[in-house]
């Protein structure tokens, strides 16, 4: 162990260091050789590591987000090529390439977390062979011995001995019990974890075998913390437990604010977004904006839910813009007119109503008799005007017998149809169709 412990040492050597920073600063709060001092030491160490972890974190989520948009295209890549495994990895291979995803993104958290892992099992069983590890020296080596957390010493195991666990100070019942509890809160947690990614932050339109996998290690992963957890020193048990209690508090907050399209987690974002936007009227953080302006710009291809908030935002007189911006709509906008008095916009058109047959036909003969009526009238004025005028061929007028018509009313006669009753009323006042007109009788008055 000491020959691994030496070859990993570029390793175990900066986060030897690191708990002992911490332990000198929590050390003179609470006692160097407190389970306290040493406990939040280690709490400390994980807390740092993942903030160092944040941005392979949100890579692994868009990671994640990639593969779950390409699982329609690589189910259709297996169901083409299920009979040639090499052109089914090939397609695969292009698919990525040209999308540029890569699956072991989404590993990265737990790779990049595991050589800190490492170094730590190995500090802490350092501690509990006795054996100095990295700058911890016999001193810090014998107040790490003599910490205590809820009566379990840092470096006992859920397996150790009777005689091994009384020579660090403690009963095997302690021992047991806070490690049990311990284990099992670890298990619990990384369930949850991945119950809630499974059930809220799923697109559940997709049916692919990559939830199936998602859901199989729901179930695996708990149990191996379990199996593993009882062959971990206590101080083991409280980074994992730490980190795992991180990990569900960080994937709570992605879920809540920036959720997989698609997923039941949306639809609740979506919905507390609707409320915000129409009472403020705008969007106000920048992440809003970004899921907003992702929205409008998948256009026809937007979910229900996404459909949904721009039907809300429609009925509340907003209008979403392509930078993610909302603006009022034409309903609700405000025109100032020339009194200097605000008018507002005109209300949206209202449809008609259906009608029925029997109502199209009575329409549309009634549209008949209208057109008919309209011509007749037309004609009979146009005869009118022709015989209230002198003669054309007389050529003689007074003052008396002059039209107050204007003068654009006399071609207007002649541009009358040929055709119908317009026809027959030029007969009946005397006018030939063609040639020069028939003098009238003069009237009698």
């Not at 006795?130 to 003599?146: C, F, H, P, Q, Y």
Request: aromatic share 6%; with cysteine.
């Amino acid at each position: 162990m000491d020959t691994i412990a030496s070859l990993f040492s570029f390793i175990t050597t900066p986060v030897s260091w690191v708990i002992v920073q911490f332990h000198s600063v929590y050390g003179k709060i609470f006692g160097p050789d407190t389970g306290w001092a040493w406990g939040l030491s280690i709490v400390s160490l994980v807390i740092l590591i993942r903030i160092c972890l944040i941005p392979l974190f949100v890579k692994q989520i868009k990671a994640t987000r990639a593969m779950q948009t390409l699982q329609p295209e690589m189910k259709k890549i297996q169901e083409r090529y299920k009979n040639d495994k090499q052109r089914q990895s090939e397609e695969m291979m292009k698919l990525y390439k040209e999308s540029g995803t890569n699956p072991l993104s989404s590993c990265l958290p737990i790779l990049a977390q595991s050589p800190f892992f490492f170094a730590l099992y190995h500090v802490l069983n350092g501690i509990a062979t006795g054996s100095t590890i990295g700058v911890i020296n016999e001193s810090l080596l014998n107040s790490a011995r003599k910490a205590h957390i809820v009566g379990a010493p840092l470096a006992a195991k859920f397996t150790d001995g009777s005689s091994k666990v009384e020579a660090l100070g403690a009963s095997l019942t302690d021992v047991r019990v806070v490690t049990a509890v311990m284990i099992v809160l670890m298990s619990a947690s990384q369930f949850y974890t991945q119950r809630q990614l499974m059930t809220k932050n799923v697109d559940t339109t997709v049916k692919t075998p990559f939830m199936q996998q998602q859901k199989m290690l729901m179930y695996v992963f708990p149990v191996m913390f379990a199996v593993f957890g009882i062959n971990f020193p206590v101080g083991v048990l409280v980074y994992w437990l730490t980190t795992n209690v991180w990990t569900m508090g960080q994937q709570m907050y992605v879920i809540r604010n920036n959720p997989t399209p698609g997923s039941k987690a949306q639809a609740a974002y979506l919905e507390r977004l609707t409320k915000h936007v129409t009472h403020h009227g705008k969007t106000r953080r920048r992440s809003e904006k970004t899921i907003v302006k992702a929205i409008v710009a998948k256009g026809r291809d937007r979910n229900e839910f996404e459909r949904s908030f721009i039907n809300a935002l429609t009925k509340a007189g907003l209008v979403a813009q392509a930078d993610g911006t909302v603006v009022k709509g034409e309903a609700q906008a405000v025109a100032q007119t020339e009194d200097g008095v605000t008018a507002t916009g005109a209300a949206r058109r209202q449809q008609p109503k259906r009608q029925t047959k029997a109502q199209r036909q009575s329409g549309a003969a009634k549209a008949a008799g209208d057109s008919t009526s309209v011509a007749s009238d037309a004609s009979v004025a146009s005869d009118a005007a022709a015989s209230s005028g002198p003669s054309a061929s007389e050529g003689k007028t007074t003052s008396l017998e002059k039209s107050d018509e204007p003068q654009d009313a006399k071609p207007a006669a002649k541009q009358a149809p040929k055709s119908g009753s317009n026809g027959r009323s030029r007969a009946q006042s005397g006018q030939r169709k063609g040639g020069p007109q028939r003098p009238k009788s003069p009237s009698k008055k």
